[in-house]
Structures are given as structure tokens and as C-alpha cells.
Nanobody, 125 residues
């Protein structure tokens, strides 16, 4: 089992930037794809971005393409989400998660497990 701890959320004005971090411990981090998701109260989780185990493949939800960048450091066991040109509609709780299976990458929420506790991102207009 992997433990995940997110950080880096906060309050920012529209057009601003934040960098989220997700520190992992437990199982072999470098063999699992990682993802970022967001969820508002009472709503289902929404895919934001994913990165393959080695970092060579990245995937983004359409509304964040060109604004967000996912990356990982397999030495530090950390995955990042650089968020630029933030919009009020990006306001949400953001979670990182590890894929259920090693050496596989998908973008379905149900394919990810070992969720962190989340970090709140609030973008003011």
C-alpha cells in the first residue's frame, strides 16, 4: 500500500499559479502511474492529469491542457502539478492517486487507488 500526502494548495487570484506536490511512501513509486483528480462536495471525482511510471507519457483533461503540467521525480518519490493561468472554475479539492496496477496508465478515476487527503485550491475572480 502506498501513502500519499498532497500539499501546495491555497488561495490565488484568477490568472495566478500554484504548484501542487504529492509525496509518496510505501510501495515502489517508480513502477506506478500517478494521477491528479479534483472533486467538489457532492460531486464525482474528475480526472485532471496523469503521468506514466517513468514520466514519458502525460495525459490531461481538455480544460487544463496548455495550463497545467504534471511531472514526477522518482528519486524524491513525488509527483507535481504545475497550475498556471488559473480560473475560478478550477476551484476544487485536488487529490493525487496511484494507479492500481504497476506499469499501466489510464485516466479513469476507478483505476486509481491509494488516494491522498487532498489539498484545497481556491481561485478568486
Amino acid at each position: 500500500q502506498v501513502q500519499l500526502v498532497e500539499s501546495g494548495g491555497g488561495l490565488v487570484q484568477a490568472g495566478g499559479s500554484l504548484r501542487l506536490s504529492c509525496a509518496a511512501s510505501g510501495r515502489t513509486f517508480s513502477t506506478y502511474a500517478m494521477g491528479w483528480f479534483r472533486q467538489a462536495p457532492g460531486k464525482e471525482g474528475e480526472f485532471v492529469a496523469a503521468i506514466s511510471w517513468g514520466g514519458g507519457m502525460t495525459y490531461y483533461e481538455d480544460s487544463v491542457k496548455g495550463r497545467f503540467t504534471i511531472s514526477r521525480d522518482n528519486v524524491k518519490n513525488t509527483v507535481y502539478l504545475q497550475m498556471n493561468s488559473l480560473r475560478p472554475e478550477d476551484t476544487d479539492m485536488y487529490y493525487c492517486a496511484a494507479h492500481r496496477h504497476p506499469l499501466r496508465v489510464t485516466t479513469r478515476v476507478g483505476d486509481f487507488a491509494s488516494w491522498g487527503q487532498g489539498t484545497q485550491v481556491t481561485v478568486s475572480s
